[in-house]
């Protein structure tokens, strides 16, 4: 008796440890949506790592973007500088060097080429994902392809904009890490700078 006794109150405390965990994290997905929500445009500067697993590599970019959703600007200021547009329907992304745009369809296969779309996206979290929590930090998995996305883990910010850095995960094990800086949100960013104008001799590639 006293040892079924011991292992109903073990039972009920482990339910109560897994039903607090749940809670918790449907608190801080319910926190990043809820800030989310309040956010009419922000603005802010962003490094990008990459970690190619295959080739043991590590490219470091770094730039500024501007997100009005459904529009977002990304602008990679490297020695091969690139800007990409999202307008919600398509996305351009502008090689200026090259003298070269590439024009195509934006939807869930595209965050592939432009991961921190995925900032404009998070004010859905658990539509588009599977949410669990680590250390304070969400895990991400997306309930349906998106792109070769495993899992999405945020580092969240308390203040202001809710995502402080993010950690992508692809299918073959290599990682993104966004991390963003110098955030500023609802200063009514206009939307002539989400327009595309190719400058003259641009050639427009449609995918």
């Known amino acids: 008796m006293k040892l079924a006794v011991k292992a109903i109150i073990a039972y009920t405390l482990i339910l109560f440890s897994v039903q607090a965990i749940y809670a918790q994290t449907a608190d801080l997905a319910d926190s990043v949506q809820n800030a989310y929500s309040s956010i009419k445009d922000v603005k802010g500067s962003f490094v990008q790592k990459s970690y190619i697993k295959d080739l043991k590599r590590i490219d470091t970019y770094k730039g500024v973007f501007y ?37 195509s369809r934006f939807d869930r296969a595209t965050y592939g080429q432009a991961p921190i779309a995925l900032l404009g996206g998070f004010g859905k979290i658990k539509d588009e994902f599977f949410v669990a929590e680590k250390s304070g930090r969400l895990i991400l998995k997306p309930k349906k392809s998106m792109s070769n996305i495993a899992t999405i883990e945020l580092t969240l910010n308390e203040e202001g904009f809710p995502v402080k850095s993010m950690l992508i995960t692809d299918t073959l094990s290599n990682k993104i890490e966004i991390i963003l800086s110098e955030i500023k949100i609802n200063t009514s960013i206009k939307d002539l700078l989400f327009e595309f104008k190719a400058p003259e001799g641009t050639a427009i590639i449609q995918h």
């Open 67 to 103: 997100i009005k959703p459904p529009k977002m600007r990304w602008e990679y200021r490297t020695d091969k500088p690139q800007t990409v547009y999202v307008t919600g329907e398509e996305i351009i992304i502008h090689q200026q060097k090259e003298k070269q745009a590439f024009r």
